[in-house]
T-cell receptor, first 114, second 114 residues
Framework: EAQVTQNPRYLITVTGKKLTVTCSQN?????MSWYRQDPGLGLRQIYY???????DKGDVPEGYKVSRKEKRNFPLILESPSPNQTSLYFC?????????????FGEGSWLTVV | KQEVTQIPAALSVPEGENLVLNCSFT??????LQWFRQDPGKGLTSLLL?????REQTSGRLNASLDKSSGRSTLYIAASQPGDSATYLC?????????????FGPGTRLSVLP
């Protein structure tokens, strides 16, 4: 079954404590991306990756890091989380071959920074 | 930069009604347009994908149309049911890479009343 898996699904953490949200896809997709979703602001792209070792900033990259060492994994790193990073985070993936392909989303990760 | 808007922001209808959700985008140079459904606190589920060369796609009670030249798409839901209550988002895949492979609208929150 085609899946994008994120962990953890729910996390409460304290300001400044580094955390990583993992994302894994089993579809051999080249493209992966992280979004955050906030009330009234919709989905905003944080970072994306077109392939292994190729990453680029989206609209709201400040305070986040990513890496793409393997095709299937695209972790989101918050080096020093702050309360304004409290949000619902989504990882997504898509094939870049045949540009009509759909984009698949993970179930989301609720992050609260206190 | 490609921008996507959706009207209305929220809609409440009695069960059984047919309804139309609207999506507009500013740049007609797209590969495809996709409609998603999102239940509260959940991930996004793809409903319909329309390639740029297509005019419409149908799945069950859902029909999506695309008028690329005018930058518009509609999602038609026939005989609405309470289970259709969710937020519906549209997204386009721009041909020009503005740094984003998918650009999302803010969504329409639909409530179908029994």
């Amino acid at each position: 079954e085609a899946q994008v898996t994120q962990n953890p699904r729910y996390l409460i953490t304290v300001t400044g404590k580094k955390l990583t949200v993992t994302c894994s896809q089993n579809m051999n997709h080249e493209y992966m991306s992280w979004y955050r979703q906030d009330p009234g602001l919709g989905l905003r792209q944080i970072y994306y990756s077109m392939n292994v070792e190729v990453t680029d900033k989206g609209d709201v990259p400040e305070g986040y890091k990513v890496s793409r060492k393997e095709k299937r994994n695209f972790p989101l790193i918050l080096e020093s989380p702050s309360p304004n990073q409290t949000s619902l985070y989504f990882c997504a993936s898509s094939s870049l071959l045949g540009l009509g392909n759909t984009i698949y989303f993970g179930e989301g990760s609720w992050l609260t920074v206190v | 930069k490609q921008e996507v808007t959706q009207i209305p922001a929220a809609l409440s209808v009695p069960e059984g009604e047919n309804l139309v959700l609207n999506c507009s985008f500013t740049d007609s140079a797209i590969y495809n347009l996709q409609w998603f459904r999102q239940d509260p606190g959940k991930g996004l589920t793809s409903l319909l994908l329309i390639q740029s060369s297509q005019r419409e796609q149908t799945s069950g009670r859902l029909n999506a149309s695309l008028d690329k030249s005018s930058g518009r798409s509609t999602l038609y839901i026939a005989a609405s049911q309470p289970g259709d209550s969710a937020t519906y988002l549209c997204a386009v895949r721009p041909i020009k890479n503005y740094g984003q492979n998918f650009v999302f609208g803010p969504g329409t929150r639909l409530s179908v009343l029994p």
